[in-house]
Structures are given as C-alpha cells and as structure tokens.
C-alpha cells in the first residue's frame, strides 16, 4: 500500500459586505464581516483542497481554479472540493483522513464544528469520522488576532492499494 500526505494553508482577508462561509457552513460574524476572495472565500476548504493537491504533487487550487478566471467568481469552494476529489480518485487515490484548524478570534466555531464535518465529508465522498476539523484562537497575536482575516491549515493522508 502507498501512502501519502499533504498539507495545505490559506488566508482570507476580513470585510464588511461580504458572507462568512467557513467548511461550507455560512456564519454571522459579530460585526457583519465575511472573507474576501473571488469564490466564496471558504479558506477551510481550500486549505484542505490544497492538501490533497499536494499529497499527490498536483499543485495548488491556484492551478485548477485561478482568481483570474470569471467562471469561479462567487464559486462555492465544496462544489471545487468535490473536483479535487474526482482528481484524487481518478489517480487512483482514497482518502485515509484529512484534518484541519482555522483560526479566528470570532466568530466562535464550536457550535458549527459537526456541520462542517458533516458538509465537508459529504461533499468528498467519505465518512465524517474521517473529517477533522478544530478551531483555535490566536489569543490576539497577529492577523488572525486583531481580526483582519481567518486563516486554515489542512492535513490529508491519501493511500493507494
């Protein structure tokens, strides 16, 4: 059996005007603000995207979904997820588990923490006991702490028969 790992990383800039989607999940934050990007800014899944990009030296989402490309403005990152799956099983690839954390001063996460799981191993085919996904501050410090954007990282072991 081959195994193997990636993982990946995003980043999301914080503004007024825009929905706050988080592992497919749409959230209130405290003061109205949403995640910029040129899909729906769902940087949980697209860390996670990248991870399994990685695991098989396929790239970045940067490749399949470029934010030049008007077809995937407003995008919703679980429909790309399920194209990066299509990838994974046409290479012959399954998914072990994949594991992730974002980090976000607010909104609080725990409460929508099933659902993403749920939306997210829905979406790639696979049981929710696979799907890790957690939440953690970044108890102020940097970016993430004075709540100028959200960010994730992902981890996804792949094996092959």
């Known amino acids: 059996m081959d195994l193997r790992v990636g993982n990946g990383y995003d980043i999301h800039r914080l503004v007024a005007g825009r929905p706050l989607i ?8 405290p003061d109205g603000l949403g995640l910029d990007g040129h899909s729906d800014a ?3 899944v697209h860390a996670l995207m990248d991870a ?3 695991a098989l030296s396929l790239g970045d989402i940067g490749k399949y979904f470029p ?4 077809q995937w403005k407003g995008a919703d990152s679980l429909v790309l997820l399920e194209q990066v799956m299509a990838l994974v ?3 012959g690839w399954s998914v072990v588990n994949v594991d992730t954390v974002v980090i976000a001063e607010r909104p609080k ?3 929508h ?3 993403m799981r749920e ?19 970044n108890e102020t410090l940097g970016a993430e702490g004075r709540e100028e954007g959200i960010s994730s990282h992902a981890i996804a072991l792949l094996s092959k028969p």
């Open 119 to 137: 939306a997210i191993a829905s979406h790639m085919g696979i049981d929710p006991e696979r799907v890790g996904v957690k939440a953690t501050t």
């Open 113 to 115: 923490i099933n659902a």
């Open 42 to 44: 769902d940087v949980l």
């Open 109 to 111: 996460l725990k409460p």
């Open 52 to 54: 399994l990009l990685g």
């Open 22 to 29: 988080l592992g497919g999940q749409h959230l209130e934050h």
């Open 89 to 91: 099983r046409e290479r």
């Open 67 to 70: 934010p030049t490309d008007p």
